[in-house]
């Protein structure tokens, strides 16, 4: 049988959140917590609120009311003896006034059992926002203790909320939340405040883009009118490139921490602006291949190009691994240089698959290395070889033979018989 948990507190963190922390009991598995509201804990596991099941050692109770005392029931599981605990442990505290983190002054006091007037909870923000119906609080506990929550550490018991971004905003701890998976239907959940903002979801398509050479940068921009926080959407036109800026139209800078690129999109999380700059800094920009890579030729003496927007040079080139030449065209034009590197094969190549791989740098010794796949399935040629067809030879040389005989016979047959003259008879 398990011992109950060990130093079990509570601490108030804002208008609608208490934390909770304890110390596993002694041949423990698990930590069972309910909760009441008022100074009296739940009597039983089925009185009161069920707060969680816990592996960990800390928990939050959010969705709380302020002003307002709540008690605490701790109780611990064994997992190979199916038992609980036959003693438990207990802890009260009150939420904080207006949402404000730090306490309450010193002459302010709340009777333990006082309730003062109802107040928007952050279950009661959401259910009114998306028209739905919350039966049990969402959370999140920082599940291995290293004090930072993560986005594997939010939870909703109600299976309605999804996690889907993880970000600080403002110095907080907030987490992007869809509402049955829906890309339309989500909010930023505060968890220091413990408060639902709506968020406008907005898939944009891009107006403009602006490649400058000079600077090695491709400049996309988008345009969106709101008035609000939005999550927004693009095709990410460049995934290769991966120092990527988002600026907005009044000079300041998106942070890191709230773009997401996965799956060939850039997501945005962000407050109102109407204009965005998606900047791609590269050092070499990605070539045009032509025949584009993954082609299947029917001909077994293929070009195959690579064309970059400026003039490099290349470090190496291999087919399949080994090592092959290059030979390259240079494209000068009042807009950028076009440099290709062209490939022809010396022999024939065999039907099957190739791997064709340049390495190149440019005059700032920035480098890399771009591969083409084909697939070379070219006809079989027609002529007749000695390996399939060595009879026909055979038959062939045996007439040739044939004929120079004949020939040299009727030569010999001629000169002979035409060389005697015919006698003259006597009278």
């Known amino acids: ?31 069972y917590i309910r909760y009441k509201q008022g100074s009296t804990p739940p009597d039983n596991r089925t009185d009161g609120e069920e707060l969680g099941n816990y592996s960990g050692e800390i928990a939050s109770a959010t969705g ?125 959940w505060d968890t220091e405040a413990d408060t639902a903002t709506e968020v406008t979801y907005y898939p944009l398509i891009v107006e403009s883009a602006l490649t400058d050479i000079e600077n090695d940068t491709i400049t996309i921009t988008v345009y969106v009118n709101k008035s609000k926080w939005i999550y927004i959407e693009i095709s990410d036109e460049h995934p290769d490139i991966s120092n990527l800026t988002v600026k907005t139209s009044y000079g300041g800078v998106i942070s890191s921490e709230m773009i997401f690129r996965e799956n060939g999109k850039i997501y945005v999380l962000d407050d109102p602006d109407t204009e965005y700059l998606f900047v791609y800094r590269y050092a070499i920009f990605s070539p045009i291949f032509n025949p584009v890579s993954g082609s299947t030729l029917n001909i077994s003496k293929p070009v ?40 022809t094969p010396e022999i024939d190549l065999t039907n099957g698959n190739y791997t064709l791989s340049l390495t190149v740098k440019d005059n700032e010794n920035n480098s890399r290395t771009d591969t083409a796949t084909f697939i070379i399935n070219a006809e079989p040629n027609s002529t007749i070889t000695t390996e399939e067809f060595p009879g026909i030879i055979v038959i062939i040389t045996i007439f040739t033979a044939i004929v120079l005989i004949s020939i040299v016979l009727f030569k010999i047959g001629t000169h002979f018989f035409g060389s005697k003259s015919p006698k003259k008879r006597k009278k």
């Open 64 to 188: 709380l009311k302020s002003r307002n005392r709540y008690s605490f029931k701790a109780w611990s599981w064994n997992d190979t003896g199916n038992s609980w605990s036959a003693t438990n442990a207990t802890i009260s505290a009150t939420t904080k006034s207006g949402g404000s983190s730090s306490s309450p002054p010193p002459s302010t006091t709340f009777p333990e059992d006082e309730t003062t007037e109802e107040e928007t909870t952050v279950k009661d923000q959401v259910e009114n926002i998306f028209n739905i119906t919350i039966d049990h609080n969402f959370f999140a506990n920082d599940t291995d203790k290293d004090g930072m929550l993560k986005l594997e550490d939010f939870d909703d018991p109600n299976g309605l909320l999804f996690a889907k971004r993880l970000v600080n905003i403002r110095g907080n701890y907030s987490y992007l939340i869809s509402v049955n998976g829906s890309k339309e239907d989500i909010f930023i």
């Open 304 to 343: 195959i190009s690579f064309t970059y927007n400026e003039t490099l040079t290349v470090i190496e080139s291999t087919l399949n691994g080994e090592s092959i030449n290059i030979s390259s065209t240079i494209i000068t034009n009042t807009s950028a240089n076009k440099h290709t590197f062209i490939y």
């Open 1 to 31: 049988m398990p011992n109950p948990p060990d130093n079990f507190t509570a601490n108030s963190k804002s208008k609608s959140r208490i934390d909770l922390s304890w110390i596993t009991g002694n041949n423990a598995d698990k930590t």
